[in-house]
């Protein structure tokens, strides 16, 4: 019998890029890609759609749909499926690594001046001035995937979905090494609830058996990029509380300080967010661990195109993983929330809380750009920190 032919439409009657205009473009948006998956997706739409008309508006938002609908981070994914579409295998790695790699060049570079050694004052003030404006970001994101969830649900279900969200913060804000099981168990609760689940849930066993074991050095490592990667529904920013727990309190790779300045860092370089597991990859053990935790991480997104990306469409008729995703989601978008507790706590000194209250009242009220708060709180710490303000390591 022969195989269903994949749901792909050809693209339009354009010359095809080249390989070598894939990576001069992808790379091109890999430079400039500040303010995260918005601003991603309006970029590779702007080249894709209406500058270079190789796809169409619909097949555009078909990708968006489809990419959106898969664990790991979502405008990586769209950036490697645009670049499949168009050149192939071929195109879905240069494009990929071309959207990637110059935001993790530049995390990596500014991980070694924050993060290593005993910086001086005026960096570690600038660090903990960028980490103070964290939590405010992290409600901020939580806030913006959950609120187009909350408003596409219909009355009815609003009950369930609040639930979830609710078990999602929970778990960012108290236990953290389960919050991928409670995700997990969310999304089965809503399969189990719609009557789709077939034999109780359809989990598989590895992610149970990887979040109970403890493995420790590499196989850590491995893991905690492997959940950054794989595991990840409802928005970049969902890695954050996957990584705290890990990263501070079970391996100890970094300190709360330093954690922050990570995910910080994440905001302020372009390209996506998943790149701030390089730099806990660093803090774990240097230029090379923070290449291997980039590579965990990435590769899923890698595969899914590269061995699925045929399907890719067919998931939007899918009943069960959009099932799944209606109870994952929501919880995604809860724990997002919920990291904003351990993020607020984890500062240390008093003059960071006023810093905290100024970044939460440009980014919640005043709706400011996240990079140039960002900026602003690193700029206030540095001179805080040249002033005699506290800067601990």
């Known amino acids: 019998m022969q195989p269903p032919a994949p749901l792909v439409e050809p693209t339009l009657g354009f010359a095809e890029p080249t390989l070598g205009e894939i990576v001069r473009e992808w790379g091109r948006i890999g430079c400039i890609g500040f303010g ?40 990586t994914q769209l950036a490697i499926y645009c670049a499949w579409r168009l050149r192939g295998p071929q195109g879905a790695l240069v494009g990929g690594l071309g959207f990637i790699l110059p935001g993790l060049a530049l995390i990596l570079a500014l991980s070694v001046l924050f993060l290593a050694g005993s910086p001086p004052a005026w960096i570690r003030g600038a660090g903990m001035g960028a980490g103070a ?8 994101a939580g806030l913006g995937v959950a609120v187009p969830i909350w408003r596409r649900t219909i009355e009815t279900q609003r009950l369930r979905i609040l639930a979830y969200a609710l078990a999602g913060a929970i778990a960012a804000a108290t236990a953290g090494p389960w919050l991928v099981l409670v995700m997990l168990g969310c999304g089965a609760v809503e399969l189990t609830w719609r009557g789709l689940a077939r034999g109780g849930t359809d989990l598989h066993a590895w992610p149970l058996l990887a979040v109970v074991a403890d493995p420790g050095g590499t196989g850590a490592l491995v893991w905690t990029a492997l959940k950054v990667g794989a595991l990840a529904f409802g928005g970049g920013f969902v890695i954050v509380p996957l990584m705290q727990s890990d ?73 069960r993983v959009t099932a799944f995703l209606a109870g994952a ?19 240390s000194e008093t003059w960071q809380y006023f810093v905290l209250a100024v970044a939460a009242l440009a980014l919640l009220v005043l709706r400011r750009s996240v990079v140039l708060t960002l900026l602003a709180a690193g700029t206030v710490g540095a001179v805080a920190g040249l002033l005699g303000a506290p800067t601990p390591l």
């Not at 702007?46 to 190789?54: I, K, Q």
């Open 36 to 75: 995260g998956p918005p601003a991603h997706i309006t970029l590779f739409r702007e080249l894709c759609v209406t500058r270079r008309a190789w796809l169409t508006e619909d097949q555009f938002e078909r990708a968006i749909a489809a990419t959106n609908l898969l664990p790991g981070p979502a405008s």
């Open 133 to 140: 404006a964290v939590a405010p970001v992290a409600l901020r």
């Open 247 to 319: 990263a501070v309190n079970t391996y100890h790779w970094m300190t709360h300080g330093q954690f922050l300045n990570a995910v910080a860092l994440g905001q302020v370089t372009p390209g996506p967010i998943t790149q701030t597991v390089a730099a806990v990859g660093y803090s774990a053990g240097g230029l090379p661990a923070g290449l291997l935790a980039a590579l965990v991480a990435f590769a899923p997104s890698f595969s899914f195109v590269l061995f699925g990306a045929a399907r890719f469409e067919r998931l939007l008729l899918d009943e």
């Open 329 to 347: 989601a929501p919880a995604a978008a809860g724990a997002i929330i919920g990291s904003a507790i351990p993020l607020a706590g984890a500062l």
